[in-house]
């Protein structure tokens, strides 16, 4: 069986980078903050459901 590579989302690494850049006072900082914890959330549960299903 071909097991491809899990890679971080283009959309997290984005969310992060957007999220490094902002000033603390900017008026989005809050969601684009609460959007990089909920993708990196989605993303993380993703990595240990596929280490317990994945063949070693």
Known sequence: MIVKQLTEPI???KTDALN???PS???MKENVN???R???AGYNG???AL???LPR
Do not use: E, G, S
């Open 51 to 53: 280490f317990y299903t």
């Open 11 to 13: 959309l997290l690494a």
């Open 25 to 27: 006072n900017h008026p």
């Open 46 to 48: 993703l990595k240990v």
């Open 34 to 36: 609460q959007d990089a």
């Open 20 to 22: 490094a850049r902002l």
């Open 38 to 40: 909920i993708l990196r």
